[in-house]
């Protein structure tokens, strides 16, 4: 636990130090959002695919973002340091993770609503929006960190990140965008609520240890 | 040891399998190319017409054995890919390395005639429909995986790596498979389920088991053959190929 809470302060401290590459990801998602307004023939047509619009969006959002994750401590050395501790990898790997999502995820969450209401979503969809994208997006960031451990040791392949993590994405993208397609209908959205949280659950559990292995693989010479 | 655990041993080692799936490779193509030509005759020229579909469900010849396949191949590369990193067995990461590629083609056949079919029988070339959807999401899981690959120079580092997408691809498929088919119920009625048509008489399905055991017996060899190239390629500095090749072939 506290290999997990060293390791996420001492990467918010980078994030916090090193402002500017953190938020592309969300510059990215507006500008995408903007796109999709864009592209949008009429009011209805926009409202009508704002929930699935915000919600592909963040999965590419997530997957574009994971390039990043562990190419900093690739080039410094800190990942094979990391990786020479006998003590097993998935603590701090949670801490890293958790750090990154909340740079990345968190913002999602309250940027998610904004963007729906931009693309003239009604307002009954919000909730169920925010609370999918909060149960959702963690999911999003295990995947995609199972695609950059996979990666790290390549240094290019923010595009390859991105193939590998978003078919892997498709379930946490179904039971999303069906929470916010159900309130949007007036319909409970809890069932998709509780999906995204068994999903959440079942990678929080098994996506550390792939990340683990991945990153071993990784550094292998 | 007893005689089956030895050979199991050298079923392990690259240098003996070259020599022992050799036999395999040539039943594999002989069994399956004889299925194949013999299914696809007797399902094209004499099967019985659908009295719905008509001829265009003769397709179902190739698309079935194909999806099929596609599925089971990567349910194969899971496995592999959990012997390769438990057991640190060369040849399972050389399988992944082999039946990548021939998966992603039985998926893209499998898609390609499933549009084919789905233009005359459903009025559109692609339809959202659950099994579909699945097929084409596994047809992307199998592209990041041959990218995979492909982006890691050492090939060892690149199995491995390999190996571990297989392993994490292969426990998603399942929940994949189940998300897309509930979205759909959702979404639309399950108006184009398999599972309710009317059951097929003998004249129909025979020939289709035929071609399902064909192809697999057809892709059998190629992954042999595929298998067969690989050792040699990544065996290429030791002594017994070396010897193998200087002697004017790889036969053995």
């Excluded at chain 1, 796109?35 to 574009?64: C, D, K, M």
């Excluded at chain 2, 692609?126 to 995986?145: C, H, I, K, P, Q």
């Excluded at chain 2, 042999?224 to 053995?252: F, K, M, S, T, Y």
């Amino acid at each position: 636990m506290s290999i997990a809470i060293a390791q996420t302060r001492r990467d918010l401290a980078i994030v916090v130090r090193s402002r500017g590459e953190a938020l592309n990801p969300l510059a990215f998602f507006a500008l995408a959002t903007l796109l999709f307004g864009l592209a949008g023939p009429s009011p209805e047509t926009r409202a009508a695919i704002a929930p699935g619009a915000v919600w592909a969006l963040a999965a590419l959002a997530t997957a574009l973002s994971m390039e990043g994750l562990f190419r900093r401590d690739v080039e410094e050395g800190a990942l094979e340091q990391l990786l020479l501790h006998a003590r097993p990898l998935w603590p701090a790997v949670l801490g890293k993770l958790f750090a990154h999502w909340c740079v990345t995820g968190l913002p999602l969450v309250v940027l998610g609503p904004v963007a729906a209401l931009a693309l003239q979503a009604s307002t009954d969809v919000l909730p169920a929006l925010a609370l999918g994208l909060l149960l959702g997006t963690p999911t999003l960031t295990f995947i995609g960190a199972i695609a950059a451990a996979l990666t790290a040791g390549i240094g290019r392949g923010s595009l390859l990140v991105a193939l590998i993590a978003l078919p892997l994405c498709v379930p946490t993208l179904i039971f999303g965008a069906g929470a916010a397609f159900a309130a949007a209908a007036g319909a409970d959205a809890t069932p998709q609520l509780l999906w995204l949280a068994a999903l959440l659950a079942a990678a929080a559990t098994a996506a550390p240890f792939a990340v683990g292995a991945g990153l071993r693989v990784s550094q292998e010479h | 040891m007893g005689p089956l655990r030895t050979y199991f041993h050298k079923l392990g080692s690259p240098r003996w399998f070259f020599d022992l799936a050799r036999p395999w490779g040539i039943g594999f193509a002989v069994v399956g190319v004889s299925l194949l030509v013999v299914g696809w005759v007797w399902g094209l020229a004499f099967a019985p017409e659908d009295y719905q579909q008509g001829n265009s469900f003769r397709i179902i010849y190739v698309h079935v054995p194909s999806a099929h396949l596609a599925q089971a191949l990567y349910v194969a590369m899971g496995v592999a890919g959990v012997t390769a990193l438990v057991w640190r067995v060369k040849l399972a990461d050389m399988f992944i390395a082999v039946v990548a590629p021939v998966g992603l083609a039985m998926a893209g056949m499998a898609l390609a005639t499933g549009a084919i079919w789905g233009r005359p029988t459903w009025g559109a070339w692609w339809v959202w429909d659950a099994r579909t959807t699945s097929m084409l999401v596994l047809f992307f899981l199998l592209v990041g995986l041959v990218a995979l690959r492909q982006a890691i120079p050492s090939e060892r580092q690149a199995g491995r790596a390999a190996a571990v997408l297989a392993i994490v691809g292969t426990v998603n498929v399942p929940i994949i498979k189940y998300s897309v088919e509930w979205w759909l119920t959702l979404h639309q009625p399950a108006s184009f389920s398999f599972s309710s048509a009317p059951a097929m008489p003998p004249s129909m399905w025979m020939p289709l088991v035929v071609n399902v055991i064909g192809l697999y017996s057809f892709a059998g060899a190629l992954i042999v053959a595929g298998l067969r190239n690989e050792i040699l390629h990544r065996e290429r500095d030791a002594q017994w190929v070396r010897e193998r090749l200087a002697a004017g072939g790889a036969r053995p």
